[in-house]
Nanobody, 115 residues
């Protein structure tokens, strides 16, 4: 089970750090992605981290940083220079060896950016 936290209300230009914590299983075994779903839109992947590589989609490239702390069994998403269009519910999930998601989606954490 993965639990997302760290969301909140922030003004445009502000920062938040999201956490994705795992219990009962070592998260370092998996590639982990951060996803978001804005109202009325489909869930989209925004970033992913493997053993030694990070990926970012264009809307967040240069502003968001994904990292992992294997000792804490947690993956983070540092979000800087936030924009109103970043407002969404943010989720994390892990990928299996065949590219499917390991867990069911959790409740996510709400990020609201005011202009």
């Amino acid at each position: 089970q993965l639990v997302e936290s760290g969301g909140g209300l922030v003004q445009a230009g502000g920062s938040l750090r999201l956490s994705c914590a795992a219990s009962g299983v070592g998260l370092d075994y998996y590639a982990v992605g951060w996803f978001r779903q804005a109202p009325g839109k489909e869930r989209e992947r925004i970033s992913c981290i493997t053993d030694d590589t990070t990926y970012y989609e264009d809307p967040v490239k240069g502003r968001f940083t994904i990292s992992r702390d294997n000792a804490k069994n947690t993956v983070y998403l540092q979000m800087n220079s936030l924009k109103p269009e970043d407002t969404a519910v943010y989720y994390c999930n892990a990928y299996s060896a065949i590219g499917t998601f390991v867990w069911d989606w959790g409740q996510g954490t709400q990020v609201t950016v005011s202009s």
